[in-house]
T-cell receptor, first 112, second 113 residues
């Protein structure tokens, strides 16, 4: 099992460019999450998907969109990147009842 | 939104020493989780706590779910160099927040050989 995989690992964008961060899990988990991690601020929830076909906003959703493509995949899109979106982005998945979220290795995004 | 206050922010210790860190909240949580993050990696779950007063161990790690449900602590005994990393607490409050975790700011642990 690969667990949770994320692509790309690193990305540099110019202000205004768009991109999609990909996440996939092979644990047959129902719930998936996107977080951003900034220095000294821990992890903050951007969007989550409690089950296939549903998505909901988290704490910091502005500037992002998500798609739960199927049970395995949950993508995060930046339509018009801004320097404030420079961060490390983590995807996580959870079976559903126990809050034991498993994290991917992260995508390090820099917006110039 | 909910906030978790994690302390200390950083610790510098000698190999073999014991370590203690804690998290407090102004709100009640139904679940407390402790994660460790190595440089360049995602957080990895260390211990999960589901019941007020629960004390759980995982090797040299021990964590407790506070009786008030507003705090939790993590102890590491006899630290070793590979304990280096960032430790995060996370809480889940249930109800409409089901599944959504609130994270502390992290404790950066440095272990000197």
């Amino acid at each position: 099992n690969a667990g949770v995989t994320q692509t790309p690992k690193f990305q540099v964008l110019k202000t205004g460019q768009s991109m999609t961060l990909q996440c996939a899990q092979d644990m047959n988990h129902n719930s998936m999450y996107w977080y951003r991690q900034d220095p000294g601020m821990g992890l903050r929830l951007i969007y989550y998907s409690a089950s296939e076909g549903t998505t909901d906003k988290g704490e910091v959703p502005n500037g992002y969109n998500v798609s739960r493509l199927n049970k395995r995949e949950f993508s995060l899109r930046l339509e018009s990147a801004a320097p404030s979106q420079t961060s490390v982005y983590f995807c996580a998945s959870e079976e559903g009842n126990y809050n034991e979220q498993f994290f991917g290795p992260g995508t390090r995004l820099t917006v110039l | 939104g909910q906030q978790l206050n994690q302390s200390p922010q950083s610790m510098f210790i000698q190999e073999g020493e014991d370590v203690s860190m804690n998290c407090t909240s102004s709100s009640i949580f139904n679940t407390w989780l402790w994660y460790k993050q190595d440089p360049g990696e995602g957080p990895v779950l260390l211990i999960a706590l589901y019941k007020a007063g629960e004390l759980t161990s995982n090797g040299r790690l021990t964590a407790q779910f506070g009786i008030t449900r507003k705090d939790s602590f993590l102890n590491i005994s006899a630290s070793i160099p590979s304990d280096v990393g960032i430790y995060f607490c996370a809480g889940q409050s249930g109800g409409t927040s089901y599944g959504k975790l609130t994270f502390g700011q992290g404790t950066i642990l440095t272990v000197h050989p």
